[in-house]
Protein backbone atom coordinates (compact mmCIF):
# COMPACT_ATOMS: atom_id res chain seq x y z
CA UNK A 1 0.00 0.00 0.00
CA UNK A 2 1.34 3.49 -0.86
CA UNK A 3 0.60 6.18 1.67
CA UNK A 4 0.42 9.59 0.07
CA UNK A 5 3.20 11.92 0.73
CA UNK A 6 2.67 14.80 3.16
CA UNK A 7 1.31 17.50 1.74
CA UNK A 8 2.72 20.51 3.82
CA UNK A 9 5.32 22.67 3.10
CA UNK A 10 7.20 25.22 4.86
CA UNK A 11 6.58 28.51 4.52
CA UNK A 12 9.79 30.24 3.40
CA UNK A 13 10.68 33.93 4.52
CA UNK A 14 10.41 36.22 1.74
CA UNK A 15 14.41 37.94 0.53
CA UNK A 16 15.39 41.29 1.28
CA UNK A 17 15.05 42.32 -2.42
CA UNK A 18 11.29 40.60 -2.77
CA UNK A 19 10.02 42.56 0.62
CA UNK A 20 8.21 45.46 -1.48
CA UNK A 21 6.18 43.21 -3.98
CA UNK A 22 4.87 41.02 -1.06
CA UNK A 23 2.04 43.25 0.38
CA UNK A 24 0.86 44.78 -3.11
CA UNK A 25 0.75 40.51 -4.41
CA UNK A 26 -0.78 39.56 -0.98
CA UNK A 27 -3.35 41.98 -0.47
CA UNK A 28 -3.65 43.51 -4.17
CA UNK A 29 -2.47 47.22 -4.65
CA UNK A 30 -5.65 48.86 -4.06
CA UNK A 31 -5.74 47.77 -0.60
CA UNK A 32 -1.95 47.84 0.16
CA UNK A 33 -2.25 50.67 2.75
CA UNK A 34 -5.57 49.40 4.14
CA UNK A 35 -4.36 45.59 4.48
CA UNK A 36 -1.12 46.80 5.89
CA UNK A 37 -2.78 48.49 8.70
CA UNK A 38 -5.32 46.64 9.52
CA UNK A 39 -2.82 43.31 9.92
CA UNK A 40 -1.23 46.03 12.55
CA UNK A 41 -4.33 47.21 14.08
CA UNK A 42 -5.43 43.59 14.17
CA UNK A 43 -2.29 42.08 16.76
CA UNK A 44 -2.94 45.76 18.67
CA UNK A 45 -6.19 44.61 19.46
CA UNK A 46 -5.17 40.47 19.74
CA UNK A 47 -2.17 41.41 21.78
CA UNK A 48 -2.33 44.77 23.70
CA UNK A 49 -0.34 43.98 26.63
CA UNK A 50 2.56 42.16 24.15
CA UNK A 51 2.21 43.99 20.69
CA UNK A 52 3.69 47.30 20.33
CA UNK A 53 4.74 48.03 16.93
CA UNK A 54 8.08 46.78 14.93
CA UNK A 55 9.07 45.12 12.06
CA UNK A 56 7.52 42.24 10.59
CA UNK A 57 8.81 39.06 8.61
CA UNK A 58 7.19 38.17 5.32
CA UNK A 59 6.40 34.40 4.54
CA UNK A 60 5.55 32.59 1.46
CA UNK A 61 4.74 29.43 0.04
CA UNK A 62 5.70 27.93 -3.32
CA UNK A 63 6.26 31.32 -4.46
CA UNK A 64 3.21 33.13 -3.51
CA UNK A 65 2.77 35.35 -0.84
CA UNK A 66 1.01 33.59 2.61
CA UNK A 67 1.35 35.91 5.31
CA UNK A 68 3.11 38.43 7.37
CA UNK A 69 4.52 37.90 11.16
CA UNK A 70 5.88 40.06 14.09
CA UNK A 71 10.01 40.06 15.11
CA UNK A 72 9.62 41.87 17.99
CA UNK A 73 9.08 39.04 20.67
CA UNK A 74 9.21 35.03 20.01
CA UNK A 75 5.98 34.73 21.96
CA UNK A 76 2.62 36.68 22.24
CA UNK A 77 -0.66 36.48 24.37
CA UNK A 78 -3.29 36.38 22.17
CA UNK A 79 -7.11 37.46 23.25
CA UNK A 80 -10.20 37.23 21.49
CA UNK A 81 -13.26 38.95 23.64
CA UNK A 82 -15.48 37.78 20.41
CA UNK A 83 -14.90 34.00 21.08
CA UNK A 84 -13.11 33.93 24.68
CA UNK A 85 -9.48 32.42 22.99
CA UNK A 86 -6.52 33.54 25.46
CA UNK A 87 -3.72 31.38 24.59
CA UNK A 88 0.18 32.48 24.57
CA UNK A 89 1.55 31.47 21.03
CA UNK A 90 4.51 32.20 18.74
CA UNK A 91 5.28 35.11 16.91
CA UNK A 92 4.76 33.22 13.23
CA UNK A 93 1.30 31.74 15.20
CA UNK A 94 0.27 35.41 15.95
CA UNK A 95 1.33 36.27 12.57
CA UNK A 96 -1.12 34.09 10.90
CA UNK A 97 -3.84 34.67 13.04
CA UNK A 98 -3.37 38.59 12.58
CA UNK A 99 -3.24 37.80 8.93
CA UNK A 100 -6.50 35.39 9.07
CA UNK A 101 -8.05 38.43 10.99
CA UNK A 102 -7.44 40.41 8.62
CA UNK A 103 -8.53 39.01 5.47
CA UNK A 104 -11.85 37.97 6.85
CA UNK A 105 -12.23 42.13 7.73
CA UNK A 106 -11.59 43.31 4.21
CA UNK A 107 -13.59 40.55 2.46
CA UNK A 108 -16.24 42.06 4.11
CA UNK A 109 -15.84 45.36 2.88
CA UNK A 110 -13.87 44.92 -0.49
CA UNK A 111 -14.89 42.60 -3.30
CA UNK A 112 -11.45 41.01 -3.96
CA UNK A 113 -11.02 37.51 -5.21
CA UNK A 114 -7.27 37.86 -4.21
CA UNK A 115 -8.91 38.34 -0.44
CA UNK A 116 -10.88 35.25 -0.80
CA UNK A 117 -7.83 33.52 -2.30
CA UNK A 118 -5.57 34.44 0.48
CA UNK A 119 -7.64 33.34 3.03
CA UNK A 120 -8.42 29.72 1.82
CA UNK A 121 -4.39 29.24 0.96
CA UNK A 122 -3.46 30.47 4.26
CA UNK A 123 -5.89 28.72 6.39
CA UNK A 124 -5.46 25.57 4.39
CA UNK A 125 -1.91 26.42 5.41
CA UNK A 126 -2.70 27.11 9.16
CA UNK A 127 -4.24 23.37 8.87
CA UNK A 128 -0.94 21.73 8.90
CA UNK A 129 0.81 24.27 11.26
CA UNK A 130 2.55 23.21 14.99
CA UNK A 131 -0.14 25.47 16.51
CA UNK A 132 -2.68 24.64 14.08
CA UNK A 133 -5.51 24.44 17.45
CA UNK A 134 -4.55 27.64 18.85
CA UNK A 135 -4.55 29.21 15.38
CA UNK A 136 -8.43 27.71 15.04
CA UNK A 137 -9.64 28.45 18.24
CA UNK A 138 -8.02 32.26 18.02
CA UNK A 139 -10.19 32.58 14.54
CA UNK A 140 -13.27 30.85 16.18
Request: hydrophobic share 45%.
Amino acid sequence: MNLPAPATSLATLVPEARRMEFLPRLFGLPLLIIAENAVFSFMEWLSPDDYGGGLWDFYELDGEPLYLAPTSKPRFRISCEGNGFDGEVSADAAGIIATLFTFSHLSFRHESDRLAEGYARLYAYAADHPAAPDIFQAID
